[in-house]
């Protein structure tokens, strides 16, 4: 799925298994960039509904254009309520690369 251009919002929500497949590649080509890793997550909110996301959180759409904006680097319990309310798990895995 190409994020860069719009994606209706009704796609990206019927189709879990895609939107978990492709947040995980944009954190893989992340690596340890914690602002392009807030930007990667930034592009599927957008996708999801900002309003939404902002009601689901209890944060401000400006608040999280700006944390989502990929121009800094936002607290962890910020990206923990995005992801819980994308109906998303933060998951661990072993570095199979080293």
Known sequence: MNLSTKTPSSSLKEDSEELVSTLNRMLQSAQNDAAEIAA??????????????????????ESLYRTLSGQCSPEFSTILKIIRALNLNFAVTENSSK
């Not at 509904?49 to 944060?59: H, I, K, N, Y």
């Open 40 to 61: 990667a997550l930034g592009r599927i909110a957008k996708n999801y509904g900002m309003s939404r996301l902002a009601r689901e959180t209890g944060l401000s759409r």
